[in-house]
């Protein structure tokens, strides 16, 4: 089992940054892949980004490539997402998920079998 708590949504205006965190407890935290994903109103839930186990490896939608970093503490038992020049699209609530299955950077929804609840991100244009 791993549960996972986000933190660091909110409010801000276009071309603007947040930081979001993720904490996780269960599982060893550094044997396994992390992501975050993101879910707009009336859209299905999309991949934004991925790390390996040891944070060697990252993927990132096109999207948010070049704008989104993607970092592990395995000290800290975290994950993050630094989000830098945000746009109204970005607008959306924002996963943590655990791959325990997985030690890359996977991509794809189904290999993720532990979310957190969501924390929302709100880009005012």
């Known amino acids: 089992q791993v549960q996972l708590v986000e933190s660091g949504g909110g409010l801000v205006q276009a071309g603007g940054s947040l930081r979001l965190s993720c904490a996780a407890s269960g599982r060893t935290f550094s044997s396994y892949a992390l992501g975050w994903f993101r879910q707009a109103p009336g859209k299905e839930r999309e991949f934004v980004a991925s790390?390996?186990?040891?944070?060697?490896?990252?993927n990132y939608a096109d999207s948010v490539k070049g704008r989104f970093t993607i970092s592990r503490d395995n000290a800290k038992n975290t994950v993050a997402l630094q989000m830098n020049n945000l746009k109204h699209e970005d607008t959306a609530v924002y996963y943590c998920?655990?791959?325990?299955?997985?030690?890359?950077?996977?991509?794809?929804?189904?290999?993720?079998?532990?979310w957190g609840q969501g924390t929302q991100v709100t880009v005012s244009s």
């Open positions: 998920a655990a791959a325990p299955r997985y030690t890359g950077a996977v991509i794809g929804t189904g290999a993720y079998d532990y």
């Open positions: 790390i390996s186990w040891g944070g060697q490896n990252t």
